[in-house]
Structures are given as structure tokens and as C-alpha cells.
């Protein structure tokens, strides 16, 4: 049983740490590709929406909440096209339809929004995924410990103890 929850934590830590890595890259290229308001361009809020996320009585993250987490969504009209962003609840309230944003646009994605709410990043920007991963990795350090746990029970387990004894016998 050690080993399969072992194995779980050590196969949700290296997601975790493929998480960063693919983060970090992305973060690098996207000040690289989009440096100053090279990629900024100017709409309208179209729609806002509030969407659930999560299950009833637990946060995003997955801890015991209050009620359900909610996510804004924002479909911003630009010139020629429209684009989803999703951005923190908090700041739904404070964004009317119909008003102006400036959104950073990076391979198709929002990735960031100045609205009235303010300058804010959206859950489309690689700093998210870079704090996911962050939060998966710790799983590799508990890996170790339960693979020190079998270790350690290998190692005193009645069976092991007799081979090894018998062993020593052998050999004198």
C-alpha cells in the first residue's frame, strides 16, 4: 500500500515539476515575444459572467471552503475577433459591460487585462500554471519519506531479519 501511495505522490510531483519547467519557459518567451505593448491591443467588454469552478464546498485548490469558487469570465470584442479571459471574482463587480479594456494577447491567449478593476493578470498566464506547479512538487519530498517508510520496514520486517541471520550463520 506504501508503495502504490509512493508511487501516486511521486508521479504528482514530477507533473508538478513538468509544470514549472513548461511555466518558466513560457514566462521567459512571452517577455521575449511581447516586449512592451507590442502585443497589446484595445477592446470592449462584450460579456461578463460568473462560472463555477470547482465543487460545491471546496475551493479551487481543493481545500474545504465555504460554498463553490467562481471564476469571471470576460468575452472581449477586439476589432476583428472576440477573446475569453478569466479573471479573479472579486473584480467581476467592478467591470461593466460595454467598457474599454486593454488586453495583452500572446499566441491567441489573454494573458493579461487593464480594465477598470485595474491591471491584472488572467488565469491564461503562465505565472498560474507556475504557481500550480509549485504546488504540486512538495508530492516528490513525500514520495521519499514513504519510500523510506518501506525501507525501513523492509528492513525490520521479521522475514528479512531471519534471511539476514541465517545468512551471517552461513558465511562463518
Keep these: 500500500m506504501l508503495a502504490a501511495i509512493a508511487a501516486v505522490l511521486f508521479a ?29 491591443h484595445h477592446g470592449s467588454v462584450a460579456h461578463r459572467s460568473l462560472e463555477q469552478i470547482g465543487y460545491p464546498g471546496f475551493y479551487l485548490s481543493g481545500f474545504p471552503g465555504t460554498g463553490p469558487s467562481y471564476l469571471c469570465v470576460l468575452t472581449i470584442q477586439f476589432d476583428a475577433s472576440t477573446a475569453l479571459a478569466g479573471i ?3 473584480a467581476c463587480s467592478q467591470i461593466a459591460d460595454g467598457s474599454s479594456v486593454d488586453a495583452t494577447v500572446w499566441r491567441g491567449t489573454v494573458v493579461y487585462v487593464t480594465t477598470t478593476a485595474g491591471f491584472m493578470g488572467t488565469y491564461n498566464h ?27 520496514d523492509v528492513a525490520n520486517h521479521r522475514f528479512w531479519r531471519t534471511f539476514k541471520r541465517r545468512r551471517q550463520n552461513v558465511q562463518m
Excluded: K, Q
Design 126 to 152: 503562465p505565472a498560474t500554471r507556475l504557481f500550480v506547479g509549485l504546488w504540486r512538487s512538495p508530492a516528490l519530498a513525500l514520495a521519499v519519506i514513504f519510500v523510506a517508510m518501506i525501507h525501513i
Design 12 to 40: 504528482y510531483g514530477l507533473w508538478g515539476g513538468w509544470t514549472v519547467i513548461t511555466a518558466l519557459t513560457d514566462l521567459r518567451l512571452l517577455n521575449a515575444e511581447c516586449p512592451g505593448t507590442s502585443c497589446l
Design 88 to 90: 479573479p471574482e472579486s
